[in-house]
């Protein structure tokens, strides 16, 4: 099965109470991210309050702090939120599956959630270019983080069998691959969805690797000799 023949499996009739419940705290995220990245665009960043946020979604502060820890987060985007939700899709996968193939499975369906908020992604993408370098360094300590989550749970899913330096380069390589097809996404005007790019990215770097386990077998070669 390829990448993109991977989809998320349909629920059942009794997970539709939990579904629905899981659709209006979307809408409400999704209505916090856009009052607050409009007004981060029109008054600024550090002239816009929480109180603010809360007014122009028509919602209480107190309901604000249930969807966001603060405002940076709304920025910078929610990375625990994320995080949380590839644990879940992780866990979802099957225990003897190749972590590889489980995250790369847990990373579609978080291109396929992800399709419907491009407009808040281009929005945050401008307001943080207009940042100092601080921005910059902020999203370099997100990136670092997710590294090292993601290294922690590659490792537990390999188990004691995989060498112990291959959780860390399979995290760094497909968080890599979805971060420049999440660039590609955003900035391509041809409207191809996050999972084609994603999968595109993908076929690139295999293709690439290949070519490097080529150039290993020749080196190895050389080095063994007749």
């Given at each position: ?11 059942s009739?009794?997970?539709a109470p939990?579904d629905r419940?899981?659709?209006?705290t979307m809408?409400t995220?999704v209505?916090?991210?856009k ?6 665009a029109?008054?600024g960043?550090?002239?816009t309050?929480v109180?603010q946020?809360a007014?122009?979604?028509d919602?209480a502060p107190r309901?604000?702090f249930?969807h966001?820890p603060s ?5 910078y ?8 939700q ?9 225990a003897?599956e190749?972590?590889?193939r ?6 579609l369906?978080?291109a396929?959630?992800?399709?419907e908020?491009?407009?808040?992604f281009?929005q ?6 207009s940042?100092?370098s601080t921005?910059?360094?902020e999203?370099?300590l ?8 993601l ?9 004691a069998?995989?060498n112990?330096t291959?959780?860390a380069?399979?995290a760094?390589?497909?968080l890599g ?5 999440m ?6 005007a ?8 994603f999968a595109?990215?993908l076929?690139?770097l295999t ?10 077998a020749?080196r190895?070669?050389d080095?063994s000799?007749?």
């Amino acid at each position: 099965m390829t990448a993109m023949e991977e989809k998320p499996a349909h629920g059942s009739a009794s997970t539709a109470p939990t579904d629905r419940r899981h659709r209006r705290t979307m809408r409400t995220r999704v209505a916090i991210e856009k009052a607050a990245l409009r007004l981060f665009a029109e008054q600024g960043f550090a002239n816009t309050t929480v109180e603010q946020i809360a007014e122009a979604a028509d919602i209480a502060p107190r309901t604000f702090f249930r969807h966001f820890p603060s405002k940076e987060a709304v920025l910078y985007g929610d990375s625990e939120e994320a995080m949380a939700q590839l644990r879940q899709r992780l866990a979802a996968r099957p225990a003897d599956e190749h972590p590889v193939r489980s995250l790369t499975a847990a990373m579609l369906e978080s291109a396929d959630q992800l399709e419907e908020q491009r407009e808040q992604f281009l929005q945050r993408a401008e307001l943080l270019n207009s940042l100092s370098s601080t921005g910059n360094y902020e999203l370099h300590l997100m990136r670092q983080r997710w590294v090292c989550d993601l290294t922690e749970l590659l490792s537990e899913r390999a188990g004691a069998s995989s060498n112990h330096t291959c959780p860390a380069a399979w995290a760094t390589a497909l968080l890599g691959c979805f971060g420049a097809a999440m660039h590609a996404w955003l900035t391509s005007a041809e409207g191809t969805p996050l999972r084609r790019v994603f999968a595109d990215v993908l076929t690139g770097l295999t293709g690439a690797l290949e070519e490097a386990n080529e150039l290993l077998a020749e080196r190895t070669g050389d080095v063994s000799g007749p």
